[in-house]
């Protein structure tokens, strides 16, 4: 049984208030299956590249027990590649450049042996691609996770409702989810996303932490409070990676396991931001990420 | 052994999305001495109103064990009066009217029994009229909690830093701790505020709840989600009221009871917004603020 990755694996040039980068390599699969691989290793990843490519960084994924048959090169083609500009307060951006390449035509396709899919997580991506990698897969998911952007859901909202239709979990920002619902209160906001589809909803707030919402039940898991958001770029994905990565590590998809799942996906994003792009990622041990486990519960012990 | 409230009793017009309303009962120790009469009742008010203030609010405060002898009732002079919109996030607000009034020339009197003040709380007021009332005590407080607001800081720097220098807590919203300190990132800000003079520090954040900053210690209490927030009037003031009343009932200014202080404080908080001005804190009985605390614990539970 495996974990199934739909996402972008991409280009990135990003600019905050410590400084810049060049190209460096980006996308929402990138991050998520980094992050999932610190918990659960019969992971498949579904994406495109082109040949600009550097095959070194798929040898990075391989090497953390990423398989990338599903991974499809492009060789005459370009690279997804996003540029961004991060503000003073890292909670708002500018996107300088999108140029979609591969990604603009992109058919997600199956390999044979991916269809023991136990759990799915679709990156961000157009909706439309999404709902696809769905129909191809021979049996339903125990479990599909999902992730999407403000820009479907202004865009593309139709075909979003029916891919949230067939979800179990969605993950979104406060923002998107309250563009998403049109209500400000996210309790209110919960409830009417919830009756799209997903029994479970997760709400990113960044520095202000995520809350978790399931029927009646609410978690609020807060965020690390650090020195420095570095980068927030990948952050989200991240966490949707620990998050997903953790529920398949452990087969249990019940309330108590969920609320664990956002603890870890909080604990893999609070690494993320510290660094810019994968690269603290690339370095953290599973020893890292047990001791910041333990500095969120500590963080959240009321003490009674 | 009491504890002390200096701070405002005002009247406040409030206008938010949900409604508007005439001139009500409001002051930082109105909330404050309201709030901690939940948890104590040895309560003693410093504070000014003029003649126009209704006798029947002081009737209820001291019904619910609060003394007013301290509170000084210049007949012929007006209660101070601030008139606020909020904006549709609730987050901001325009000030329409300030009329200081009898707070123009306060001169906070302490009756010869406050002398017995253990915990002594400084609502917002000027830094000179806070630190005026620490100089009469006759001996030291075991506990000085102080809060104060942006146009101190803006204005009153050199005297708020004399005041802060006495005190053992201060309690501020995350915009003020950034303007105090100079520091975006509040575990910056947290050190700096700190080495101004409090060992504790608690930053307010609204719907995202609020951190308490000791040592290397750090507790992250969640703001529990509301269907709407009604009007945020007093919503900081009750906050402070819980976390000092229930210090001084439980006598332990231990960083474990501190936490769970700012858990009640939160829960009284969530109580205040419901409601236009004192109106919820008003009804409220100890069932349900012993209801509303199990939901926080709920709320926060990671689930290990």
Known sequence: MSLLVLGSVAFDAIETPFGKTDKIVGGSASYISLSASFFYNNLNLVSVVGGDFPTNFLNILNSR??????????????????????????????????????????????????????????????????????????????????????????????????????????????????????EYSLLKASRIIRNMGPQYLVIKKGEHGALLFHKNEIFYCPALPLEEVFDPTGAGDTFAGGFTGYLAKTGDTSFTNMKKAVVYGSTMASFCVEKFGTEKLLELTDDNVKERLDLFLRLSDMGF
Not at 81 to 109: A, C, Q
Not at 110 to 121: A, M, Q
């Open 65 to 182: 027990g990423i398989d990338t048959q599903g991974l499809q090169i492009k060789h005459n083609e370009k690279t997804f590649f996003w540029s961004g500009k991060y503000h003073n307060d890292m909670n708002s951006r500018d996107t300088l450049i999108t140029e979609l390449n591969v990604l603009g035509d992109f058919d997600p396709l199956l390999p044979e042996k991916y269809n023991d899919c136990k759990y799915l997580i679709l990156g961000n991506l157009h909706p439309a691609v999404q709902s696809t990698l769905i129909e191809r897969l021979k049996n339903k998911p125990e479990l599909i996770v999902m992730d999407t952007m403000n820009f479907w859901i202004s865009t593309a909202k139709n075909q979003l409702r029916d891919t949230l239709a067939l979800t179990d979990v969605l993950i979104i920002n406060d923002e998107e989810a309250r563009q998403l619902s049109g």
